[in-house]
């Protein structure tokens, strides 16, 4: 099994670097991207994804379209060891979507689930 670095990186109680697994480790990556808007990244400029553009949409089979596209495509360019199997939809309410992303560890061959509470208003 392999490791990395808790992202953001903190120490542990006893002052050593705090380390994860790779099964935590990618579900930290997914929402890393997911959670960079596109551009905003300092010298990586296409980094994230473009969902935080659909905020203000109406809550209907386009925006799960648009949103599963973007998804996949900014997951597909920068998360490498996954390969991206299908994106479900579960409607909460009318001002949050969970989106629930279905991946292979391309290395492992195991598939496992990403769940993202997409939110249509500020939520505090």
Not at 56 to 80: C, G, R, V
Not at 82 to 107: A, G, P
């Amino acid at each position: 099994m392999n490791i990395a670095f808790k992202y953001p990186v903190q120490p542990t109680p006893k002052g050593e670097i705090a380390f994860i697994n790779e099964d935590v480790a990618i579900k930290q990556s997914i929402a890393s991207i997911l959670l960079t808007p596109k551009g905003t990244r300092f010298m990586l400029e296409n980094y994230g994804s473009n969902i935080q553009l659909l905020t203000f949409e109406q809550n209907d089979e386009i925006l799960q379209s648009l949103l599963s596209y973007f998804i996949a495509e900014s997951i597909q360019e920068w998360e490498k060891r996954i390969q991206v199997l299908n994106i479900e939809f579960t409607v909460v309410d009318e001002s949050q979507i969970e989106i629930i992303i279905y991946y292979n560890k391309i290395k492992t061959n195991v598939i496992d689930t990403y769940i993202y509470p997409f939110y249509k208003e500020i939520k505090y």
